[in-house]
């Protein structure tokens, strides 16, 4: 495994680098999420429990009811936002949660983030270029 | 993003400084979302943010009681407390956390209230109508085919994207915010004649007649295809407002659905054809009675059959429904143990009221409620362990958010619930 590059839209400007948290569920704001902690809280979603705090949250998008954006944003004026976002499907919930989250995010990649990236890959998050740069785990240690 | 010379001036401060955020806030979230340009709208629906505990906790304990403070960073996302101006759109405020006529009943703590009447008094010197519903297209806000519109709760929206061939999308509190600041809203998505396209095809195959059934066609629908946008075959007859209002606000809970079509009912569909465009399905799914019954098990996951809470009106009843559940407790009382509970728009209340249906529901025990939602406002009689609605969406959200037990029926079940104290409810 080496580094890998993909190539998409920015959807917020800026740069940062972290380490991945990768679902293939998409995510609820409202009912979905402890703002107060960065915790995923849905019943049925496979990273209960975990928090995003810190981290690039690697998802298909955004689900569930409008006030979406108010939720993310809390996460942020709390201090527990994710570091940055890379989702697969645009909506207006998703784009909104992105830009008052204000955090770098990427979208329209040319390769599946959801394939390529997995969770705890160190991943670079060009928001301004739409670049986003991915170190498998495996060769951090390297 | 290509902004037109008014569109530069305001975003640079020709009109103050909270219309320049505004605009700047409208064009940041355009240009996430790949949209070209801009469009004007008159016609705005959302939510302000701080009637609710908690929510105000993150600003400074000074500036808690300080509306432009409060709307400058949970409606509009700016850093800068801002001095608000009048909006300059028609703007119209969904679901309060109250209803101040029955802040007793609902058990709403002092508190709330005061934050409540806070931003209420903002709303009246804003000049956003505090209509505090759900449901304003009940209530005379009815946009005219083609109209752009920037409203925010997805069971209005759905319904005034479908039925009335308005255009929107599902916005949030801050674009909502800032729309009714400036009269903008991103060009994007359902504003654009080919974002209206349906992707999906439904056949039903089942003859969908019940506001029940068509609750659950639209939760099973929505489950299906998500965000995506369906064209309905095989409908039989021309549905009630009820039930489209019911199938659309299932589908947009389950999935993320903004828009159907149905040919012959819906404006913008004369076919399947049609109604597709230049699409091809993305896939073609039956509804059968097989898919009902599995989307009605999908709900009813409770076990005790001793019902406390009847919730009904979601989205807000109509003044049919309220009409229909004064007639079902008309001269009879409702069982000790059980309370229910019918959310109307005050607009509704009034005619209700003025019909004496009110009456007849009052009498027997029950509530007409308005400005107000169990589950979103979080509102519900003392030890409540088990609820019953004939909304699949109050029934989605109400064992998520309240963590009731929740049956799911039609109106007759529920009221026939609240009368003896016990659910009887099966899908006929």
Redesign the interface.
């Known amino acids: 495994m080496s580094q890998i590059t993909l190539h998409g839209r920015g959807v917020v400007p800026g740069v940062v680098e972290g380490e991945a948290l990768v679902t293939t569920q998409t995510i609820s704001g409202f009912g979905g999420i402890d703002s107060k902690t960065g915790t995923i809280t849905e019943i049925r979603h496979e990273l209960r429990g975990q928090s995003f705090k810190g981290k690039v949250l690697v998802f298909p998008g955004a689900k569930g009811s409008s006030g979406w954006a108010s939720h993310f944003q809390t996460t942020r004026l709390a201090g527990n936002a994710p570091l940055a976002m890379i989702f697969t499907i645009l909506t207006t919930k998703m784009a909104l949660g992105a830009v008052v989250t204000r955090v770098p995010a990427v979208t329209d990649l040319d390769q599946d983030p959801l394939k390529v990236i997995k969770t705890g890959d160190w991943v670079r998050v060009d928001g301004t270029n739409g670049r986003v740069d991915v170190t498998p785990k495996d060769l951090q240690n390297d | 993003m290509q902004l037109t010379d008014d569109e530069k001036a305001i975003r640079d401060g020709s009109e103050g400084e909270a219309r320049a955020h505004a605009m700047d ?1 409208l064009v ?2 355009g ?4 949209a070209e340009r801009l469009v004007d709208t008159n016609s705005v629906c959302g ?1 302000v ?1 701080g009637s609710l505990p908690g ?1 105000r906790d ?1 600003l400074p304990e000074d500036q808690r009681m300080d509306m432009d403070a409060v709307f400058s ?2 409606n509009l ?1 700016s850093d800068k407390r801002l001095e608000i101006p009048r909006v300059k759109t028609m703007s119209y405020k969904l679901i309060d956390a109250v209803d101040m006529e029955k802040a007793d009943i609902q058990r709403v703590p002092l508190k709330t209230q005061v934050l409540a009447k806070n931003v209420g008094d903002f709303c009246t010197r804003v000049g956003i109508n505090k209509c505090n519903t759900c449901a304003p297209y009940q209530i005379g806000n009815v946009p005219v085919y083609g109209e752009h519109c920037a409203w ?3 069971s209005a929206v759905i319904y005034i994207n479908s039925l009335l061939g308005a255009r929107s ?7 909502t915010a800032a729309a009714s600041l400036v009269g903008k809203i991103p060009y ?2 359902y504003h654009t004649p080919e974002g209206r396209k349906a992707d999906y095809v439904i056949d039903f195959t089942y003859d969908v007649q019940t506001m029940l059934e068509w609750g659950l066609a639209g939760y099973y629908i929505g489950e299906k295809v ?2 995506h946008t369906p064209v309905i075959n095989g409908v039989t007859h021309t549905p009630h407002a009820n039930n489209l209002k019911h199938f659309g606000a299932a589908a947009a ?1 389950a ?2 659905v903004e828009m159907f079509h149905m040919p012959g009912i819906t404006p913008e569909a004369q076919n399947e054809a049609h109604a597709l465009g230049p699409n091809k399905a993305i896939e073609r799914i039956e509804f059968g009675r097989a898919q009902l019954e599995e989307a009605y098990g999908y709900f009813n996951t409770a076990t005790d059959t001793d019902v406390d809470f009847i919730v009904i009106g979601c989205p807000h009843a109509s003044l049919d429904q309220v009409k229909r559940v004064a007639e079902l407790l008309d001269g009879k009382h409702l069982s000790a143990n059980t309370d229910l509970w019918i959310f109307t728009p005050r607009a509704l209340k009034t005619m209700a009221t003025r019909m004496g249906y009110t009456e007849s529901i009052e009498r027997a025990g029950a509530h007409v409620m308005s400005d107000s939602c169990a589950a979103l406002s979080k509102v519900y009689p003392k030890g409540v362990k088990v609820a019953a609605t004939d909304s699949c969406k109050q029934a989605h ?1 109400l064992p ?2 309240l963590g009731f037990q929740t049956w799911l029926g039609s109106t007759e079940d529920c009221v026939n619930a609240a009368l003896t104290g016990k659910w009887t409810g099966t899908l006929a």
């Open positions: 806030l940041r979230y240009i996430a979302l790949g939510g943010v929510r993150i960073l949970l996302d925010m709760e997805s999308n599902v916005e949030g509190a801050h674009s994007w998505g998500q965000e809970s999935g993320g959200y998520a958010i």
